[in-house]
């Protein structure tokens, strides 16, 4: 997801810094397509969602609530373009870094989060002789949550 929103970030800064003109319009459709990027993140959030998630309730509100933020940011986002920074509107470009960042900083927290979980879970079955007891995934089919089930192990 990160080198994705480099994609986006790369795309953005090309049209905060090259001036328009004949000679730049070529590369200035690019950067713009390279800022549809975005778009490819969408499958990994349901994919990290369907795969970390357990527990019907818990997976259920987990999409709702991410349904309803996706929604949310697009209602929010023509907003940030106003009439008044026309034509080439690089306040809002730049609104765009800033929560390309934001996208980088939550992905990278998420990740060093589910690590550790997963970590603390292999300390918790580990063996006197230090290998990791392997589980039969007892609660597979239990509808108990990812933080209740002791042999869930997060993707990442």
Request: hydrophobic letters at 50%.
């Amino acid at each position: 997801m990160c080198g994705y929103i480099c994609i986006c970030f790369a795309g953005t800064m090309a049209l905060i810094f090259v001036t328009p003109s004949d000679s730049t319009r070529a590369g200035l459709f690019i950067a713009f397509i390279f800022m549809q990027a975005i778009a490819a993140i969408n499958t990994a959030i349901f994919s990290i969602l369907s795969r970390n998630i357990a527990g019907q309730t818990k997976k259920s509100l987990a999409y709702a609530c991410t349904l309803v933020a996706w929604a949310t940011g697009n209602a929010i986002a023509p907003q940030i373009f106003w009439d008044s920074w026309a034509p080439r509107y690089v306040p809002s470009l730049w609104i765009h870094v800033g929560l390309f960042g934001l996208f980088i900083i939550i992905a990278l927290s998420l990740r060093v989060l589910l690590v550790r979980r997963n970590k603390k879970r292999d300390d918790a079955q580990r063996q006197p002789d230090g290998t990791v007891a392997k589980t039969a995934n007892l609660h597979a089919f239990e509808d108990i949550t990812d933080l209740q089930n002791p042999d869930f192990r997060y993707v990442i």
